[in-house]
């Protein structure tokens, strides 16, 4: 009875204590702070994993309206769960209207890293004293009737002058030295389990993309006559070394209209606000095709790249699986897509088609192309 007893209490007294502990324990857990709905907005800090190291100055960045809401939190969570769950930067969102509560509340639920929600000054989303309104709406009207794709929208041409000249000029811009652009709807296939941007710096790359393909002649008919008046009245700002050999067949004289889709692009924010870009873009906005064409930031991206940047400047990521509607890159190789988790289809891989442009990138470089390749083709 004696020996019941004495186990009876001990078993008393070792739940007490195994309470007790578990009650220290959970008290003294720092509570999280909620967030504050001002201006910029972050999510409870959490420390970066060793994967990464040293943190670059450097931002997401989203043009998007209200109403894109739900199609960007599903961008928001690919580039959180591949990325930036193990680095915690920062998202710049720009709108030309204000963004409402629930945007901002959402979008910040969503980021490991700081939000920040700015508006696009008004002269930077609208036409430019120089533009004939009148002549720019003819052009839309003759662009519906042979049903050129946006070709009669006067917010699609805003938004591609703006994302060529612009988007890096906001307030909220100017603390950040890099970027990655994100849109809505867009898809990361596989685990990203590096920093792109350390990266970047460290390989001296200032501009990057994933996919590449023929621009459509209607839009840009007359870009490449205002590219040769910038090169003539501006050779200093054409580097030797450049990619001209992915942008034209004869040295300069046409161009082949191959250029790197730009919706999703990491780069370098102080080129773009070099002296270089601004007196190229200033030259191509005076020549009206934002409205009297309808020239798109891609191609305005691409060939600035390709005469201002050394070719071994710009920088294919074939190691980020990427996918924005019509388009997939996914990485040529069994081995790499397992060792990343991707879930994308090989087959639906875009790099080797007939209206891609990167096999010119591989050739420009001297690569080599990757082993199943063939398989990929048209």
Not at 171 to 189: K, T
Request: aromatic fraction near 18%; glycine fraction near 6%.
């Amino acid at each position: 009875m004696a020996n019941g007893t004495a186990r009876y209490l001990r078993y008393i007294l070792f739940t007490f204590f195994g309470l007790a502990a578990l009650y220290f324990i959970s008290t003294s857990q720092a509570p999280q702070t909620p967030n504050v709905w001002g201006g910029n907005f972050s999510s409870p800090a959490v420390a970066s994993p060793a994967v990464g190291g040293e943190r670059m100055n450097a931002t997401f960045v989203t043009l998007a309206r209200n109403s894109d809401l739900w199609e960007i939190v599903k961008s928001i969570r690919q580039v959180e769960d591949r990325f930036n769950r193990n680095f915690h930067y920062d998202w710049v969102f720009l709108n030309d209207k204000a963004f409402d509560t629930t945007f901002k509340k959402v979008t910040t639920s969503l980021i490991s890293g700081t939000t920040h929600y700015g508006e696009i000054p008004t002269e930077h989303w609208s036409y430019p004293e120089f533009i004939d309104q009148d002549r720019a709406r003819k052009v839309r009207e003759d662009m519906a009737e042979r049903k050129i794709i946006y070709g009669d929208s006067v917010s699609y041409r805003h938004m591609c002058r703006y994302e060529s000249g612009f988007f890096y000029r906001h307030p909220l811009m100017n603390q950040f030295e890099w970027y990655w652009r994100v849109e809505p709807s867009i898809e990361l296939y596989c685990d990203i389990n590096y920093d792109t941007f350390k990266f970047m710096r460290d390989n001296g790359k200032k501009y990057s993309f994933v996919l590449s393909l023929y621009e459509y002649i209607d839009t840009i008919p007359t870009i490449w006559n205002s590219v040769k008046n910038f090169t003539r009245a501006h050779p200093e700002h054409i580097v030797e070394g450049n990619s001209m050999a992915f942008l034209s067949d004869d040295g300069g004289d046409t161009y082949n209209r191959c250029h790197f889709w730009s919706n999703f692009e990491i780069g370098n924010l102080d080129w773009l606000r070099s002296k270089a870009y601004t007196d190229y873009f200033e030259t191509l906005d005076r020549a009206g095709g934002f409205f009297y064409e309808r020239w798109g930031d891609a191609p305005i991206h691409s060939i600035a790249a390709g005469l201002l940047l050394k070719k071994e400047e710009v920088h294919f990521f074939n190691d980020i699986a990427y996918y924005h509607v019509p388009f997939t890159h996914c990485p040529t190789g069994e081995k790499f897509r397992i060792e990343r988790k991707c879930s994308c289809n090989p087959k639906e891989n875009f790099d080797w088609k007939g209206y891609s442009c990167t096999a010119r990138y591989y050739e420009l470089h001297g690569l080599e192309k990757p082993e199943g390749y063939e398989n990929q083709q048209d």
